[in-house]
């Protein structure tokens, strides 16, 4: 069975992009491989995000902020589908990605905002987990390997959509 490549953006590739990436890579169908990125990386991912990604079982030393830039070189992988999950990169100008993949955006509010106590940051972290989720799931169910590159685009973006 083909694996496809999702790379999952955010701003600073510390919080909802890490999610994704840990989401795709764990995803039950066994069908993706996820990768994060983001336009400006922060130092370090959000200790509930790793908490969140550990759970899953995704390996703990896969866990960093990444530059986009990284992606977009010769010898990175080719990306099947590009998947911005804030705002702000989704209104950035992104890198020229290579292999034309198919593009969507799958906003989510940033979780990593929420003034409150542990338990109210965690349900907002897990929030964006289950959506995403729930997101991964609908894209798993597609008959991916038959559909052609505008049909594949038009789903991905409905993904969004159907919530």
């Not at 510390?14 to 764990?26: D, K, Y």
């Not at 100008?93 to 955006?105: D, K």
Request: aromatic share 8%.
């Amino acid at each position: 069975m083909k694996k496809y490549n999702i790379l999952f953006l955010c701003t600073h590739n510390s919080a909802r992009s890490v999610i994704g990436e840990a989401l795709a890579s764990t995803h039950q169908s066994g069908k993706f491989i996820g990768y994060s990125a983001g336009s400006s990386p922060g130092t370090s991912v959000n200790p509930f995000a790793a908490a969140l990604a550990k759970e899953m079982g995704y390996p703990e030393s896969q866990l960093r902020s990444k530059s986009w830039d990284e992606f977009g070189r010769p010898e990175a992988p080719k990306m099947d589908f590009i998947i911005t999950v804030c705002d702000n990169a989704a209104g950035e100008v992104c890198p020229i990605w290579p292999g034309q993949p198919a593009t969507a955006h799958w906003g989510f509010s940033d979780p990593s905002q929420i003034q409150g106590n542990d338990i109210e940051k965690k349900l907002a972290f897990a929030s964006v987990m289950n959506g995403l989720k729930r997101r991964l799931d609908i894209l798993a169910a597609l008959p991916i390997e038959r559909l052609d590159s505008l049909s594949l685009q038009k789903e991905l973006r409905a993904i969004h959509k159907s919530e």
